[in-house]
């Protein structure tokens, strides 16, 4: 059985390694970050457990650039936002507040363009501009802290508190509500990017035909609407207000490249 301690040391290890793969800022060592930062870095450790960050740096800036191009067209571009990939065979992608986005290799190798990863991208980059899963931690915290009898004292906001809070909203997932505004404001976002706002539904798709018992999908499943609720939800949205672009060449090549580089 692991110590508190070691599971201190693997957690802030973790968060470590995150910062410094995706050449972050390693704010959980920061004594001025944010509290939504320090949140968001033990929640990206508990998130990442015992998975690693892929060792590639090609495929890695690739990912950092075009999701910090695609953040920083929201209103909280100023965030020190991190795209990493995570080397697992699932099917997910996880936000973590502070500006943290990780997607899976499992799930970069079914999607078929730039435009389908800016999709993917963007319902993250939503997450943490609308502070889901941020909100919800802190409104666990302060209950435990209220069930504890404990003084919301900065003691109290060590990594592994931390860490234990944002475990429950990773495995049990946000409200519905939440994922549907991730959804439809991400479509916009990927609009104004330039990108086909139509992607979401190609990726979408990809999803609805992964078998139920499917274990690589067996998070994400279990964390989000079904893939066919979010897309009757997204077909509401009046589509011929937003602008339909066909993938550049430059786009489809340098995407070919990236998913031979994983
Ligand atoms: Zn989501």
Redesign the pocket.
């Known amino acids: 059985m692991k110590t508190g301690k070691s599971v201190r040391l693997l957690t802030l290890y973790a968060a470590m390694a995150l910062s410094l793969c995706v050449g972050g800022v390693a704010s959980a060592a920061n004594a001025a970050a944010s509290d939504e930062e320090k949140v968001g870095d033990a929640a990206a450790a508990k998130i990442l457990g015992s998975m690693k960050v892929i060792n590639n740096p090609t495929a890695q800036t690739y990912l950092n650039t075009l999701g910090a191009s695609i953040a920083g067209l929201t209103v909280r571009a100023n965030l020190a936002w991190r795209f990493t990939i995570v080397d697992s065979a699932d099917l997910n992608a996880f936000a973590a507040p502070g500006g943290i986005v990780m997607v899976t290799k499992g799930l970069l190798k079914i999607l078929d363009s730039e435009d389908e990863l800016a999709a993917v991208l963007s319902?993250e980059i939503m997450?943490v501009v609308r502070k889901h899963h941020y909100n919800v931690i802190v409104r666990q915290r302060l209950a435990d802290e209220l069930t504890q009898k404990m003084a919301a004292s900065e003691s109290n906001q060590s990594m592994n508190a931390l860490s234990n809070v944002s475990s429950v909203i990773y495995a049990r997932g946000?409200d519905k509500s939440a994922?549907f505004e991730?959804d439809f404001q991400g479509i916009q976002l990927l609009a104004k990017a330039g990108y086909d706002p139509a992607a979401l539904i190609g990726v979408l798709e990809k999803l609805s035909k992964i078998q139920a018992g499917d274990s690589r999908a067996e998070l994400l499943f279990a964390t989000?609407p079904a893939a066919l609720d979010r897309m009757d939800q997204i077909a509401r949205i009046n589509s011929e207000s937003l602008p339909s672009t066909s993938p550049s060449a430059l786009r489809k090549t340098r995407f070919q490249t990236f998913k031979s580089a994983l």
Do not use: W
């Open positions: 319902h997450h946000l994922e991730a989000h």
